[in-house]
Protein backbone atom coordinates (compact mmCIF):
# COMPACT_ATOMS: atom_id res chain seq x y z
CA UNK A 1 0.00 0.00 0.00
CA UNK A 2 0.95 3.29 -0.83
CA UNK A 3 0.38 5.18 2.23
CA UNK A 4 0.97 8.80 0.86
CA UNK A 5 -1.58 7.71 -1.71
CA UNK A 6 -3.48 6.90 1.09
CA UNK A 7 -3.41 10.44 2.63
CA UNK A 8 -3.12 12.34 -0.46
CA UNK A 9 -6.90 10.51 -1.23
CA UNK A 10 -8.26 10.81 2.53
CA UNK A 11 -7.58 14.15 2.07
CA UNK A 12 -9.55 14.78 -0.91
CA UNK A 13 -12.53 13.37 0.20
CA UNK A 14 -12.33 15.60 3.61
CA UNK A 15 -12.31 18.79 1.46
CA UNK A 16 -14.93 17.12 -0.76
CA UNK A 17 -16.98 17.02 2.56
CA UNK A 18 -16.13 20.80 3.47
CA UNK A 19 -17.25 21.46 0.06
CA UNK A 20 -20.58 20.09 0.96
CA UNK A 21 -20.42 22.23 4.72
CA UNK A 22 -19.46 25.06 3.23
CA UNK A 23 -22.66 24.60 0.03
CA UNK A 24 -25.27 24.28 3.20
CA UNK A 25 -23.83 27.40 4.57
CA UNK A 26 -23.97 29.35 1.00
CA UNK A 27 -27.48 28.23 0.98
CA UNK A 28 -28.80 29.53 4.10
CA UNK A 29 -26.81 32.47 3.12
CA UNK A 30 -28.66 32.82 -0.23
CA UNK A 31 -32.15 31.77 1.00
CA UNK A 32 -31.86 33.89 3.64
CA UNK A 33 -31.12 37.37 2.10
CA UNK A 34 -27.89 37.37 4.20
CA UNK A 35 -25.65 38.14 0.88
CA UNK A 36 -27.95 40.27 -0.71
CA UNK A 37 -27.91 42.22 2.44
CA UNK A 38 -24.27 42.51 2.80
CA UNK A 39 -23.43 42.97 -1.18
CA UNK A 40 -22.45 46.84 -1.42
CA UNK A 41 -23.16 47.27 2.01
CA UNK A 42 -19.49 47.72 3.27
CA UNK A 43 -18.35 46.11 6.61
CA UNK A 44 -21.17 45.08 8.88
CA UNK A 45 -20.98 43.36 12.43
CA UNK A 46 -23.41 40.63 13.13
CA UNK A 47 -25.69 43.11 15.24
CA UNK A 48 -25.66 44.90 11.69
CA UNK A 49 -26.36 41.98 9.66
CA UNK A 50 -28.96 40.73 12.09
CA UNK A 51 -30.72 43.95 11.74
CA UNK A 52 -30.92 44.51 8.35
CA UNK A 53 -32.31 41.33 7.83
CA UNK A 54 -34.46 40.56 11.00
CA UNK A 55 -33.00 37.44 11.47
CA UNK A 56 -31.35 36.22 15.09
CA UNK A 57 -28.07 38.06 15.90
CA UNK A 58 -26.59 34.90 17.58
CA UNK A 59 -27.34 32.93 14.77
CA UNK A 60 -25.82 35.23 12.24
CA UNK A 61 -22.55 35.66 14.38
CA UNK A 62 -21.76 31.80 13.60
CA UNK A 63 -22.82 31.89 10.36
CA UNK A 64 -20.61 35.05 9.56
CA UNK A 65 -17.91 33.00 11.16
CA UNK A 66 -18.29 30.41 8.85
CA UNK A 67 -18.16 32.80 6.19
CA UNK A 68 -14.73 34.28 7.39
CA UNK A 69 -12.92 31.05 8.14
CA UNK A 70 -13.91 30.04 4.46
CA UNK A 71 -12.25 33.05 3.27
CA UNK A 72 -15.89 34.17 1.67
CA UNK A 73 -16.16 37.63 3.14
CA UNK A 74 -13.50 39.51 4.50
CA UNK A 75 -12.88 39.69 8.26
CA UNK A 76 -11.70 43.30 10.23
CA UNK A 77 -11.08 42.06 13.96
CA UNK A 78 -10.23 45.25 14.93
CA UNK A 79 -13.60 46.55 14.33
CA UNK A 80 -15.66 43.19 14.63
CA UNK A 81 -16.87 43.43 11.26
CA UNK A 82 -17.48 41.44 8.10
CA UNK A 83 -17.56 42.38 4.68
CA UNK A 84 -18.68 40.86 1.26
CA UNK A 85 -16.25 41.82 -1.47
CA UNK A 86 -17.80 43.24 -4.66
CA UNK A 87 -16.28 40.27 -6.66
CA UNK A 88 -17.95 37.66 -4.23
CA UNK A 89 -21.40 39.42 -4.56
CA UNK A 90 -21.36 38.99 -8.25
CA UNK A 91 -21.31 35.28 -7.52
CA UNK A 92 -23.45 34.99 -4.30
CA UNK A 93 -25.73 37.67 -4.12
CA UNK A 94 -26.06 38.61 -8.26
CA UNK A 95 -28.04 35.97 -10.77
CA UNK A 96 -28.24 38.10 -13.45
CA UNK A 97 -24.23 37.62 -13.99
CA UNK A 98 -22.32 34.78 -15.75
CA UNK A 99 -20.30 33.98 -12.38
CA UNK A 100 -23.63 33.48 -10.61
CA UNK A 101 -22.93 30.06 -8.41
CA UNK A 102 -25.73 30.93 -5.44
CA UNK A 103 -28.29 29.04 -7.34
CA UNK A 104 -26.18 25.60 -7.67
CA UNK A 105 -26.61 25.59 -3.31
CA UNK A 106 -29.58 25.52 -3.80
CA UNK A 107 -30.22 22.42 -6.56
CA UNK A 108 -27.85 20.62 -3.77
CA UNK A 109 -30.04 21.22 -0.83
CA UNK A 110 -32.82 20.24 -2.88
CA UNK A 111 -30.90 16.75 -3.80
CA UNK A 112 -29.59 16.48 -0.13
CA UNK A 113 -33.88 15.78 0.95
CA UNK A 114 -33.69 13.26 -2.17
CA UNK A 115 -31.18 10.91 -1.04
CA UNK A 116 -33.18 8.56 0.55
CA UNK A 117 -35.29 8.00 -2.42
CA UNK A 118 -32.28 7.26 -4.62
CA UNK A 119 -30.77 5.25 -2.36
CA UNK A 120 -34.32 3.01 -2.61
CA UNK A 121 -34.22 3.43 -6.19
CA UNK A 122 -30.67 1.65 -6.41
CA UNK A 123 -32.23 -1.32 -4.78
CA UNK A 124 -35.64 -1.39 -7.01
CA UNK A 125 -34.19 0.18 -9.90
CA UNK A 126 -37.56 2.39 -10.64
CA UNK A 127 -37.46 6.39 -11.44
CA UNK A 128 -37.51 8.91 -9.24
CA UNK A 129 -39.97 11.88 -11.43
CA UNK A 130 -38.98 15.59 -11.41
CA UNK A 131 -41.97 16.56 -9.78
CA UNK A 132 -41.82 14.76 -6.67
CA UNK A 133 -38.45 16.53 -6.11
CA UNK A 134 -38.13 19.16 -3.16
CA UNK A 135 -39.64 22.59 -4.82
CA UNK A 136 -35.67 24.03 -3.90
CA UNK A 137 -35.13 22.06 -7.25
CA UNK A 138 -37.52 24.10 -9.69
CA UNK A 139 -36.18 26.99 -9.01
CA UNK A 140 -32.25 26.45 -8.54
CA UNK A 141 -32.39 25.01 -11.56
CA UNK A 142 -34.01 27.76 -13.18
CA UNK A 143 -32.00 30.63 -11.56
CA UNK A 144 -28.85 28.13 -12.39
CA UNK A 145 -29.22 27.79 -16.38
CA UNK A 146 -30.66 31.34 -16.65
CA UNK A 147 -27.13 33.06 -16.40
CA UNK A 148 -25.66 30.78 -18.96
CA UNK A 149 -29.05 31.10 -21.61
CA UNK A 150 -28.28 34.80 -21.15
CA UNK A 151 -25.00 34.80 -21.94
CA UNK A 152 -25.23 32.19 -24.46
CA UNK A 153 -28.63 31.86 -26.41
CA UNK A 154 -29.16 34.84 -28.48
CA UNK A 155 -25.57 35.76 -28.91
CA UNK A 156 -23.55 32.44 -29.19
CA UNK A 157 -26.20 29.06 -29.88
CA UNK A 158 -28.57 30.16 -32.62
CA UNK A 159 -25.92 31.53 -34.87
CA UNK A 160 -23.95 28.56 -34.55
CA UNK A 161 -27.58 27.12 -36.70
CA UNK A 162 -27.40 27.04 -40.44
CA UNK A 163 -30.15 29.98 -41.78
CA UNK A 164 -31.81 30.08 -38.10
CA UNK A 165 -31.35 33.49 -37.00
CA UNK A 166 -32.80 35.37 -40.41
CA UNK A 167 -35.40 33.08 -40.10
CA UNK A 168 -36.36 34.20 -36.59
CA UNK A 169 -35.57 37.75 -37.39
CA UNK A 170 -38.20 37.62 -40.31
CA UNK A 171 -40.85 36.07 -38.53
CA UNK A 172 -40.73 31.86 -37.42
CA UNK A 173 -43.22 29.51 -35.25
CA UNK A 174 -40.77 28.29 -32.22
CA UNK A 175 -41.46 25.68 -30.04
CA UNK A 176 -39.48 25.15 -26.76
CA UNK A 177 -39.69 21.64 -25.53
CA UNK A 178 -39.01 21.13 -21.82
CA UNK A 179 -39.00 25.07 -21.17
CA UNK A 180 -39.19 24.43 -17.34
CA UNK A 181 -39.84 27.97 -15.63
CA UNK A 182 -39.57 29.94 -19.31
CA UNK A 183 -36.29 31.29 -19.47
CA UNK A 184 -35.39 30.23 -23.04
CA UNK A 185 -38.50 30.88 -24.59
CA UNK A 186 -38.75 34.56 -23.28
CA UNK A 187 -35.02 35.34 -24.12
CA UNK A 188 -35.42 34.77 -27.93
CA UNK A 189 -38.93 36.25 -27.79
CA UNK A 190 -37.21 39.32 -26.60
CA UNK A 191 -34.50 38.92 -28.99
CA UNK A 192 -36.90 38.08 -32.33
CA UNK A 193 -40.23 40.12 -31.88
CA UNK A 194 -41.81 39.33 -35.45
CA UNK A 195 -41.44 35.66 -34.03
CA UNK A 196 -44.01 33.28 -32.20
CA UNK A 197 -43.32 31.09 -29.28
CA UNK A 198 -44.77 28.14 -27.47
CA UNK A 199 -43.19 26.35 -24.68
CA UNK A 200 -44.24 22.92 -23.20
CA UNK A 201 -43.10 21.28 -20.01
CA UNK A 202 -44.74 18.35 -17.77
CA UNK A 203 -44.16 20.67 -14.66
CA UNK A 204 -47.29 22.69 -14.06
CA UNK A 205 -45.88 24.79 -11.60
CA UNK A 206 -43.02 25.47 -13.58
CA UNK A 207 -45.70 26.24 -16.68
CA UNK A 208 -47.15 28.99 -14.09
CA UNK A 209 -43.54 30.56 -12.91
CA UNK A 210 -43.09 30.47 -16.69
CA UNK A 211 -46.37 32.43 -17.69
CA UNK A 212 -45.76 34.64 -15.03
CA UNK A 213 -42.13 35.41 -15.96
CA UNK A 214 -43.32 35.96 -19.61
CA UNK A 215 -46.01 38.76 -18.26
CA UNK A 216 -43.71 40.63 -16.18
CA UNK A 217 -41.17 40.65 -19.52
CA UNK A 218 -43.78 41.77 -21.43
CA UNK A 219 -43.66 39.36 -24.47
CA UNK A 220 -46.65 37.48 -23.15
CA UNK A 221 -48.56 38.46 -26.29
CA UNK A 222 -46.45 36.03 -28.07
CA UNK A 223 -45.61 33.82 -26.10
CA UNK A 224 -47.54 30.85 -24.34
CA UNK A 225 -47.12 28.12 -22.36
CA UNK A 226 -48.88 25.37 -21.53
CA UNK A 227 -48.64 21.65 -19.44
CA UNK A 228 -48.19 19.18 -22.02
CA UNK A 229 -45.99 15.94 -22.42
CA UNK A 230 -42.77 15.68 -24.95
CA UNK A 231 -44.37 13.22 -27.01
CA UNK A 232 -47.87 15.18 -27.27
CA UNK A 233 -49.16 16.12 -30.47
CA UNK A 234 -48.95 19.97 -30.73
CA UNK A 235 -50.83 22.18 -33.41
CA UNK A 236 -49.37 23.06 -36.70
CA UNK A 237 -45.67 22.77 -37.86
CA UNK A 238 -42.57 24.76 -36.46
CA UNK A 239 -39.70 26.55 -37.91
CA UNK A 240 -37.55 25.74 -34.59
CA UNK A 241 -37.73 23.15 -32.31
CA UNK A 242 -35.62 23.14 -29.17
CA UNK A 243 -35.19 20.87 -26.50
CA UNK A 244 -32.45 22.65 -23.63
CA UNK A 245 -31.12 20.54 -21.51
CA UNK A 246 -34.22 18.33 -21.74
CA UNK A 247 -34.11 15.34 -24.23
CA UNK A 248 -31.44 13.39 -22.02
CA UNK A 249 -34.00 13.63 -19.26
CA UNK A 250 -36.99 12.05 -21.32
CA UNK A 251 -38.39 8.56 -20.98
CA UNK A 252 -38.40 7.96 -24.56
CA UNK A 253 -36.29 10.56 -26.47
CA UNK A 254 -36.05 8.87 -29.94
CA UNK A 255 -40.00 9.40 -29.69
CA UNK A 256 -39.76 12.82 -28.79
CA UNK A 257 -37.29 13.33 -31.44
CA UNK A 258 -39.42 11.45 -34.42
CA UNK A 259 -42.35 14.18 -33.34
CA UNK A 260 -40.06 16.94 -33.89
CA UNK A 261 -39.42 15.97 -36.90
CA UNK A 262 -42.55 15.32 -37.98
CA UNK A 263 -43.69 18.53 -36.85
CA UNK A 264 -40.85 20.51 -38.63
CA UNK A 265 -41.74 23.13 -41.17
CA UNK A 266 -40.02 22.95 -44.52
CA UNK A 267 -36.62 23.72 -44.23
CA UNK A 268 -36.95 23.94 -40.12
CA UNK A 269 -34.34 23.12 -37.46
CA UNK A 270 -34.34 20.92 -34.35
CA UNK A 271 -31.74 22.34 -32.22
CA UNK A 272 -30.76 20.07 -29.13
CA UNK A 273 -28.79 21.87 -26.33
CA UNK A 274 -27.27 19.35 -23.99
CA UNK A 275 -24.65 19.66 -21.34
CA UNK A 276 -21.22 19.43 -21.78
CA UNK A 277 -20.03 15.54 -22.15
CA UNK A 278 -17.57 13.54 -24.06
CA UNK A 279 -18.26 10.87 -26.00
CA UNK A 280 -16.00 8.20 -23.96
CA UNK A 281 -15.22 8.47 -20.31
CA UNK A 282 -11.61 8.69 -19.81
CA UNK A 283 -11.64 11.95 -22.25
CA UNK A 284 -13.92 13.60 -18.86
CA UNK A 285 -12.18 11.98 -16.04
CA UNK A 286 -10.53 15.43 -13.89
CA UNK A 287 -12.77 17.61 -15.39
CA UNK A 288 -14.59 19.81 -13.08
CA UNK A 289 -17.85 20.44 -14.88
CA UNK A 290 -17.96 17.16 -16.50
CA UNK A 291 -18.10 15.77 -13.03
CA UNK A 292 -20.25 18.25 -11.61
CA UNK A 293 -22.86 17.39 -14.57
CA UNK A 294 -22.88 13.64 -14.17
CA UNK A 295 -23.23 13.90 -10.63
CA UNK A 296 -26.76 15.86 -11.55
CA UNK A 297 -27.53 12.83 -14.08
CA UNK A 298 -27.35 10.61 -10.71
CA UNK A 299 -29.79 12.46 -9.17
CA UNK A 300 -31.88 14.21 -11.17
CA UNK A 301 -32.00 13.00 -15.05
CA UNK A 302 -31.55 9.10 -15.29
CA UNK A 303 -33.99 8.64 -12.14
CA UNK A 304 -36.24 11.00 -14.00
CA UNK A 305 -36.07 9.23 -17.59
CA UNK A 306 -36.26 5.99 -15.71
CA UNK A 307 -39.53 7.11 -13.86
CA UNK A 308 -41.23 7.97 -17.58
CA UNK A 309 -40.19 3.69 -18.37
CA UNK A 310 -36.98 4.85 -20.12
CA UNK A 311 -36.02 3.37 -23.13
CA UNK A 312 -32.19 4.01 -23.18
CA UNK A 313 -31.69 5.74 -19.84
CA UNK A 314 -29.51 8.33 -21.20
CA UNK A 315 -28.58 10.51 -18.57
CA UNK A 316 -26.89 13.84 -19.23
CA UNK A 317 -23.21 12.46 -20.25
CA UNK A 318 -24.15 10.33 -23.12
CA UNK A 319 -22.08 12.54 -25.47
CA UNK A 320 -22.01 14.22 -28.99
CA UNK A 321 -22.54 10.69 -30.93
CA UNK A 322 -24.95 8.90 -29.01
CA UNK A 323 -27.32 12.50 -29.44
CA UNK A 324 -26.64 12.83 -33.33
CA UNK A 325 -26.86 8.60 -33.32
CA UNK A 326 -30.84 9.15 -31.83
CA UNK A 327 -31.38 12.11 -34.11
CA UNK A 328 -30.70 9.72 -36.91
CA UNK A 329 -32.59 6.94 -36.17
CA UNK A 330 -35.71 9.63 -35.65
CA UNK A 331 -35.48 10.44 -39.47
CA UNK A 332 -33.09 13.50 -39.63
CA UNK A 333 -31.25 13.94 -42.77
CA UNK A 334 -28.44 16.20 -41.17
CA UNK A 335 -27.67 16.46 -37.97
CA UNK A 336 -24.41 17.91 -36.91
CA UNK A 337 -22.73 19.31 -33.34
CA UNK A 338 -22.74 23.09 -34.57
CA UNK A 339 -21.14 24.20 -31.13
CA UNK A 340 -18.79 23.05 -28.25
CA UNK A 341 -18.79 24.91 -25.37
CA UNK A 342 -16.50 24.31 -21.97
CA UNK A 343 -20.80 23.59 -20.34
CA UNK A 344 -22.74 22.74 -23.53
CA UNK A 345 -22.64 20.71 -26.96
CA UNK A 346 -24.91 22.75 -29.59
CA UNK A 347 -26.61 19.75 -32.02
CA UNK A 348 -28.39 21.09 -35.03
CA UNK A 349 -30.75 18.58 -37.06
CA UNK A 350 -32.81 19.06 -40.30
CA UNK A 351 -35.20 17.17 -42.11
Given at each position: ?????I????????????????????????????????????????????A???????????????????E????????????????????????T?????????????????????????F???????????????????????????????????L??????????????????????????????????????????????????A??????????????????????????????????????????????????????????????????????????????????????????????????????LG?????G?????????????????T??????????????
Amino acid sequence: MDTTKIEDFAMKITLEGLGSSLTLQTHLGDRLGLFRAMAGAGPLTSADLAAKTGLSERYVREWLRVQAVAEHVDYDPAAGAYELPDEHALVLADDTTIAARASASQIQAASWKAADHLAEAFRTGEGFAWDRHDDNLFDGVSRFFAPLYRFSLVDHWLPALDGVTERLAAGARVLDVGCGMGTSSILMAEAYPNSRFEGVDTHEPSIEAARLAAKDAGVDARVHFHVADSGEEQYGTWDLICFFDALHDMGDPLTAATRAREALADGGTVMVVEPYAADRLEDTIGNPIAATYAAASVMLCLPHGLSEGARLGLGNQSGPSRIEALLREAGFGRVRTALTTDFNLVIEARA
